[in-house]
């Protein structure tokens, strides 16, 4: 319903090849399994379980660190566990929330998506960027926000390089952190100031939607800033904001960027002229995302199947307690079609595997891409 209100900025819109035959088979098996199996798409009750544990284990940090801890020994592993408990509010509940697959019910999907706002930055401008842009164009230099951090790196082999990239492998990891806090406070206000997520135009919240916002950054405000500030000094205040959210963030940031920027990922870009893309959407998803960790139950569980990232491209309505289940069919269809199906065995390997590629953008000069796609580009 959102895409069709994207446009990027002056230019056409972009449009994958409309070969469905690898989707639909796809999606056959995926349906079969639901029903032989009988279990629910949404509205699982695992999640249900999860989310009572994450938001308690969140507001129990959180008032132990802002109204008990006297201490540094006592507020440090505080600060550690409640940036872990946003990124996992993140990861697990304000993600299905988005997406819609949480739950069946418009109304939990809503509430879920708001823990968003619950850890400081807006759902409204989230799903814009998250569920619209980056899904639909993952990966797609130029349009895919998520690939576009300006001049601080180079993180796609279109992007203009800089002297400076030559060591992004090694300052990048704090700016991870840092790029959330600046999200908070600046770049939420800038998109609905300006109505656009990067070159993309996002329509301005209105009414309850405009409320939500607002409501949203009050609440940041009052849980991060004046709330504390009654019990501790502005420093300290400020000090722990930072730590905290830069931990989320850095923690945040590498689980996104280790399913999209790593050596095994595409980055294809559309012709010129016509905006065509070379695939299909569902072999485009797969082509520019990869797996990891698919074996560990811990981290399928703390990661809220970020790891299963081929799965949610391909599959962003199913809650994401099964992706598990079905990506054993997701592979097999990749190989009966012929289609790579990209996965490191292990969170270790997808981080080596992204600080090479991140070595590698800024050290390699940068290619004629776009008229190389321009001239062999489908026609
Ligand atoms: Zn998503």
């Not at 801890?69 to 988005?98: K, R, Y």
């Not at 991870?176 to 070159?199: E, M, S, T």
């Not at 945040?252 to 002229?273: I, K």
């Not at 391909?314 to 990749?334: D, G, M, W």
């Amino acid at each position: 319903m959102f895409v069709n209100d994207i446009r990027r900025g002056g230019q056409s819109r972009l449009t994958f090849t409309r070969d469905s035959t690898f989707h639909k088979e796809l999606r056959r098996r995926v349906d079969d399994y639901f029903r032989s199996s009988n279990r629910s798409q949404r509205d699982c009750p695992a999640m249900y379980l999860k989310t009572a544990i994450i938001l308690t284990f969140f507001g129990g940090f959180y008032s132990l660190l802002v109204f008990v801890a006297a201490s540094w020994w006592q507020a440090l592993p505080l600060t550690v566990l409640l940036g872990l408990s946003m990124a996992a509010i993140g990861f697990n509940i304000e993600h299905d929330g988005s997406h819609h697959s949480y739950s069946n019910h418009a109304w939990i999907n809503r509430l879920a998506a708001m823990t968003m706002d619950l850890i400081g930055a807006s759902s409204y401008v989230w799903h814009w960027k998250h569920v619209v842009v980056h899904h639909t164009y993952v990966n797609i230099t130029g349009h895919d926000a998520d690939i576009d951090i300006s001049f601080f790196g180079r993180l796609t082999p279109h992007q203009k390089k800089f002297g400076v990239h030559r060591w992004q492998h090694f300052y990048l990891w704090p700016l991870y952190g840092l790029n959330v806090i600046k999200w908070h406070l600046y770049d939420d206000f800038r998109d609905v100031i300006l109505g656009r997520i990067g070159p993309m135009r996002m329509p301005r919240p209105k009414r309850w939607e405009l409320v939500g916002f607002i409501g949203g950054k009050v609440l940041l405000m009052t849980l991060a800033f004046g709330l504390p500030l009654l019990f501790h000094p502005l420093w300290k205040v400020l000090l722990f904001y930072v730590l905290i959210v830069g931990l989320a963030g850095v923690v945040v940031s590498v689980v996104f960027q280790l399913a999209h920027c790593v050596e095994e990922a595409e980055f294809p870009l559309p012709r010129q002229n016509s905006g065509a893309m070379e695939n299909a959407w569902a072999i485009h998803q797969v082509e520019t995302t990869v797996d990891f960790a698919r074996r560990s139950r811990v981290q399928s569980w703390l990661l809220g199947g970020l790891n299963f990232q081929i799965e949610h491209h391909l599959f962003p309505r199913v809650c994401h307690v099964n992706y598990p289940a079905i990506s054993k069919l997701v592979e097999q269809t990749c190989r009966d079609f012929g289609l790579r199906y990209g996965e490191h065995p292990s969170f270790r390997a997808g981080l080596s595997s992204h600080f090479r590629w991140l070595r590698r953008m800024g050290n390699e000069p940068a290619a004629q891409q776009l008229l190389v796609a321009s001239e062999h580009g489908p026609s």
